[in-house]
């Protein structure tokens, strides 16, 4: 069954794309020079990028930019190409473009740049997801660009997810799952906190109170920087609640968040540090692996401290560590392979570096039949370049 393709509805596309607005003028210039030559040359365009084990995304997208600028010329061409979601190495074509380049001259700046942005997401989402062995990656990282580009990012993750097998997870905006029909999700930010004087219990209980109780409450416990007594303090309140309220969800503690700043210690961990045995032995700022630890056995021994089969201590064993801030997919590896009792990841900028550009060369030229030979295809390319024949593409109709 062939795999369905980005539904052209979904993409809102600016139609000054295919006046050549979004392109680079030497690309316009190109077709404006042919159109008034009046040359119309058959060639082939291969498309490519340049890293190994990497999440092709942008594909579709990019073919809709075709379809779209070119309405009816689009039959003309040929367009071949893989799935938003393959896997793909350095070198392999992921798409060609077959037919009068005259006609599709123009766009080559628009379909590179969709390519290169969802694949770059897609991958390092995939990357993250594969080395968290299955626990939740939440994607993050809206705040780290412009608006405008949410949408396509959220599509990226969902399809960086799923490549890498996973359907768990969630997005921060909503208009991050515009095009896969998802909400955001999140839960108590520090500017809540702050609101409330600083005391995160407060803004906890205020969040139970007044959002969706479908809404798992998870809570940021790094704003006075002790972790271990904010989670505590924020864990007593919230069973109090949850008690008093006969099992009310609103005031089930599903999780708390660390999101420790990078140039900071937290309280657990500098005490620690008092003994010798720990100074060198792991870094000290941020959430580190022995925060984590801190954290959890925190919350272990207060179960412990009630009735087996209690209320109380399920309540505690039942609240899950989140980490976030600074991870990325080594990051994520190292705390896996050190078995942490980490619940989920939430990963922000890391998702949007690394260098994954495409090309787009004219790789082949169509000959017509004369009467000494058939129709075929020739070499034409620059220096350092050929055709790569790639079976697994599929034609785009």
Known sequence: MAKERLDE?????????????????????????????????????????????????????????????L?????????????????????ETVMTIEGDYSLFAHLE??????????????????????????????????RFDSHLIQAKDGYSYKIGREAAGRENGGVSTDAQGEWWGSKGMGTIPH?????????TEWAALAFAKNVDPEV???VLVDYDNDCVGTTLKTAKTMLQW??????????????????????????SVREQMDDHEYIGNFKPTGVNPQLVMNVYNALQEKAQSYPENSIERKFYEDIGIVVSGGFTPEKIKEFEEMKLPVAAYGVGSSLLK???????????????????????WVHNAKKGRKYNENPRLEEVL
């Not at 077709?31 to 092709?56: A, H, S, W």
């Not at 690394?354 to 075929?376: M, R, W």
């Open 71 to 91: 309405g009816d010329d689009y039959s003309k061409l040929e367009v071949k190409a893989l799935h938003d979601g393959d896997i793909v190495n350095a070198w």
């Open 242 to 267: 949850y008690k008093l309220t006969k099992g009310d969800k609103r005031f089930k503690l599903y999780g708390v968040r660390l999101d420790t700043s990078g140039n900071m210690v937290d309280k």
């Open 109 to 142: 700046t628009v379909y590179l740049g969709a390519l290169a942005r969802g694949t770059r997401v897609a991958t390092n989402v995939y990357r993250s997801v594969k080395a968290a062995n299955g626990k939740p990656v939440l994607f993050f990282p809206a």
């Open 191 to 199: 500017a809540l906190i702050a609101a409330y004087d600083g005391q």
């Open 9 to 69: 509805k979904i993409l809102k596309m600016d139609s000054r794309i295919k006046e050549g607005y979004y392109s680079d003028v030497y690309f316009n210039r190109t077709k404006e020079i042919l159109e008034k030559e009046g040359k119309q040359p058959i060639l082939r365009m291969q498309v490519f990028q340049r890293n190994d084990d990497t999440c092709l995304c942008g594909i579709d997208e990019a073919i809709q930019i075709l379809k779209q600028s």
């Open 354 to 376: 690394g260098n994954f550009d495409f090309t787009a060369d004219i790789v082949s030229k169509y000959v017509p039949a004369n009467a000494v030979k058939e129709e075929h």
């Open 216 to 218: 798992k409450r998870v």
